[in-house]
């Protein structure tokens, strides 16, 4: 929903999860844009006259509520939370999902994406939210068209959690010294492993199989047969050799196997 009086203020002078998508995609001109509505030197764009952010707002509350018909119980609406180590940091909850205890991101978009693309977008804001919040996971609840919401689950991801809070701090410090932030490379957005794909068709994958198939036995018993070796070793042994192989030993008490010169 539009943000109150109160909200504002306590978002003010913080970089919220809806602003830190720049910094993670570089996009130098909103960086710039930000930086300069951080200092006092612009202001934030009017959003009123949008119809797709007006149509976000609007269904924000009934997403929430088919949410909790369908999920779980949903508290903290609208709640401003601040990091417990970065008082620049803060984030402003549609939702929070009580079962689960994580933040839910309530979002329509028109449709026409697949929801990966959707998912991709905001996952800044969603690891945002997660890292403010100390939550393990994020619930995305999202209209797609005027179809009933599609719920996803996204797990943290700690490394993209410490390049966005490396980016905040050295963005916030450019606030601080008023100095014009530099450009920054794009960060990949964190990896969805959830699809299943039918390798059939592919000869790659095809001969590789066929050949792990005829020799996955054969390398078990490599294994074990290279395990028994090494423990048949005596403790004081440098090398030992016999029946074609040898077994030696390096300065760090490191053995290894391979067929006798």
Known sequence: MALSAAQLAARAGKLTSSRVACLMTGDAEKILRLYREMIGEATEDDLSGVWAVRLGETTEALNLEWFERKNSPVSRRGEVVVHALYPWAACTLDGWCDTLQCPIEAKHVGGREPLEVVIERYQPQMQWAMEVTCAEQCGLSVIMGANDPVVEFIERDASYAQELVARGSQFMNCVRMRTPPVALPPAPVPIVADKTYD?????????????????RDAAEACKNAEKVLKAAVPADAKKAVGYGVQVTRDRVGRLSLRAAA
């Open 199 to 215: 390798m059939q068709g592919n000869n790659v994958w095809g001969s590789a199989a066929d050949a792990w198939l005829q020799h």
